[in-house]
C-alpha cells in the first residue's frame, strides 16, 4: 500500500450471511479510506490494492459485534420444542424484512421476508446454546443492495431451553484478609459454559467449626465482594456458584483463608464489572 505504484484499491464488502448469489459489493478507491453505512449484521470486508501488473493478495477484516448487544421490546421470541416464534411490531411497513439466526458469525442463516406481517418461525434450536436474532427492515429486496438499504430493527438473544452453568466461576482468590473481613474476587463465568443467562453468583462460607455457613447472593454483573462480620483469628472456607434460571451450577473448590488476631485498618475495597458486550 505504500508503494509509488499503487493506481487505487478494491474493497469488497460481503454480508455475513450472504444468501444471495450476487458477489460482494465492490468499491474502487484511490484514497486509503472509506466510509461504509451498514447494519448490525457481520460484515467481511476485503480489501486489495492493484496498479497496472494486476491485483495485491486481499487483506481480510471482519466488521466487529457492536456494542449495543440488544434493542430490548422490539423482538420477542418464543420457544417451541427446537422451534421459535419471533414476533415483532414494526414503526412503518417497509418492502421486506430480513431475519438472521445463529449461534456466531460462522454459523449464521438468513432469510428474506416479503410479507410484513411481523412473525417468523425458526427452527432446529439445540437445547442449551445461545443464538443470537437480528431483523433488520430495507426497502429495496434486491440482494444486492441491502448492504445499502438495510436497517437493524432489533436484536436479541435467546435459549430454546436453558441449562445450570456447567462450572463455577474461575481463579477465586481471597484478598486484604483483616481481623473481621476478606475480599473475595473471581473471574467470570465464560458465556460457554453458562449454558443459559446468568443470573447471578452465590457465595457460600463457613467457618473451621462448621457451625456457622453463610450464604451471599450477588448479581451477574459482579465479580468480587466484601466478607464482614468474620471473627477473629478463625479459619473460612469459601465456594462460589453461578446460577441460571434453570437451576444452580457447581460449587468452586474450597478456598481457605484465615482471619488475622490483631486489627488492622479496613481497606477500601473498589470492585469494578466490565459488561460483557
Not at 445463529?102 to 421476508?113: A, N, Q, Y
Not at 436497517?151 to 436479541?156: I, L, P
Request: aromatic letters at 10%; hydrophobic letters at 35%; one cysteine or more.
Amino acid at each position: 500500500a505504500q508503494s509509488e505504484n499503487v493506481l487505487g484499491y478494491f474493497v469488497d464488502v460481503e454480508r455475513i450471511p450472504n444468501s444471495c448469489s450476487h458477489s460482494p459489493n465492490r468499491i474502487i478507491l484511490k484514497e486509503r479510506e472509506i466510509l461504509v453505512n451498514v447494519s448490525m449484521a457481520y460484515y467481511r470486508v476485503n480489501i486489495s490494492a492493484y496498479n497496472e501488473a494486476g491485483e495485491s493478495p486481499r487483506a481480510i477484516y471482519i466488521v466487529p459485534q457492536f456494542s449495543g448487544t440488544d434493542l430490548p421490546g422490539q423482538i420477542h421470541v418464543k420457544s417451541q420444542g427446537t422451534n421459535a416464534v419471533v414476533t415483532w411490531t414494526p414503526e412503518y411497513n417497509p418492502q421486506c424484512f430480513v431475519v438472521d439466526w445463529g449461534t456466531g458469525k460462522e454459523d449464521m442463516h438468513m432469510k428474506i421476508l416479503t410479507t410484513t406481517t411481523g412473525n417468523f418461525t425458526l427452527g432446529n434450536f439445540q437445547p442449551y446454546k445461545l443464538y443470537k436474532i437480528l431483523v433488520h427492515a430495507s426497502d429495496v429486496c434486491q440482494c444486492e443492495s441491502f448492504i445499502r438499504h438495510e436497517k437493524t430493527f432489533g436484536v436479541t438473544h435467546f435459549y430454546s431451553v436453558e441449562g445450570v452453568p456447567r462450572t463455577g466461576p474461575a481463579n477465586v482468590t481471597i484478598l486484604n484478609i483483616t481481623k473481621h473481613s476478606a475480599l473475595v474476587k473471581w473471574t467470570e463465568i465464560a458465556a460457554e459454559d453458562r449454558l443459559g443467562f446468568l443470573q447471578g453468583y452465590r457465595i457460600r462460607y463457613t467457618d473451621s467449626s462448621r457451625k456457622m455457613s453463610l450464604a451471599v447472593t450477588l448479581n451477574s454483573s459482579t465479580t468480587c465482594y466484601h466478607l464482614t462480620g468474620l471473627k477473629e483469628k478463625t479459619t473460612y472456607r469459601v465456594q462460589i456458584s453461578g446460577f441460571t434460571n434453570a437451576g444452580e451450577g457447581p460449587l468452586t473448590l474450597s478456598q481457605p483463608f484465615s482471619t488475622a488476631k490483631y486489627g488492622t485498618v479496613e481497606p477500601l475495597c473498589i470492585c469494578i464489572t466490565q459488561h460483557e458486550s
